[in-house]
């Protein structure tokens, strides 16, 4: 039945976990899901979930929200991995943050929605156009060569870097974010920590003139945060897209030419 939940990514939530787990179903079963009677339609794998959950109100809410959720809804029907596409795709028509033939980075790529979208923008070269990483592993995407650890790991981080074989970076993206404790101030160090590792990866990497998209969530260290960012690049833009839920503290940063 439905797959055991990882609780403990470095990355993503058990709800994301969820999500992707869920978002997999349907995308390997497209008939069997519009079958209200088929087990792996989105009644049954709800009810399976919350049987493994206990059946919390919460829980129910939070489910029902995401099966009636617009973006959701959308991506399952464009063949996305998740809603989280739209965000960028959001980001890069206004900001212009990708370009034929450009080579780019994702950190926490899980389920694969960013990369998808960034090898549909960048096109397909020999041998990869796009390196990814998340500490969940994920299905194949043509053109995308995935690692599969923690960015947070220096030795992952060289990794990822071997595998890009001394080509300059393009474009670095990341959707990275710890698993919530549900303290938010913690939380909120621990991604403005992410957001710095990030940045820090890019300048081995990258071009001068790359451009990074990175999530922040919102906090107390998020002034400073940007003060930091403001003193490295040339062009520095926030954008909370219309994918993004209200009630986040998430904003996306769009970052252009190192100084």
């Not at 039945?1 to 709800?15: A, D, Q």
């Not at 792996?40 to 399976?48: E, F, G, L, P, T």
């Not at 081995?204 to 960012?229: H, N, Y």
């Amino acid at each position: 039945m439905f797959p055991t939940i990882l609780r403990n990514s470095c990355y993503n939530g058990w709800r994301h976990t969820i999500l992707r787990q869920f978002t997999t179903f349907k995308t390997a079963f497209p008939k069997a899901a519009r079958n209200g009677e088929n087990k792996y339609s989105a009644r049954n794998i709800k009810k399976d979930y919350l049987r493994q959950k206990g059946k919390s109100h919460s829980s129910t809410i939070w489910l029902d929200r995401q099966l009636r959720d617009p973006y959701t809804i959308m991506a399952k029907e464009e063949g996305y991995r998740s809603r989280a596409v739209y965000k960028l795709k959001e980001i890069d028509e206004r900001f212009h943050v990708f370009r034929e033939g450009n080579i780019v980075v994702d950190v926490g790529a899980a389920p694969g929605g960013w990369s998808q979208y960034a090898v549909e923008r960048v096109g397909i070269t020999i041998p990869h156009s796009v390196f990814s990483i998340d500490l969940l592993d994920i299905e194949p995407i043509t053109g995308v060569h995935f690692l599969c650890g923690d960015f947070m790991s220096e030795s992952a981080r060289c990794k990822l870097e071997d595998y890009i074989d001394n080509r300059r970076v393009d474009v670095v993206i990341s959707d990275i974010a710890p698993n919530f404790s549900g303290d938010h101030s913690i939380d909120h160090e621990k991604q403005i920590d992410m957001c710095e590792s990030v940045i820090e990866f890019a300048k081995r990497v990258a071009k001068k003139d790359c451009s990074v998209v990175l999530k922040v969530l919102q906090g107390e260290e998020f002034p400073s945060f940007m003060k930091s960012v403001r003193s490295q690049f040339q062009s520095v833009n926030l954008i909370k897209p219309k994918a993004s839920r209200k009630k986040s503290t998430e904003i996306y940063c769009v970052l252009k030419h190192f100084l």
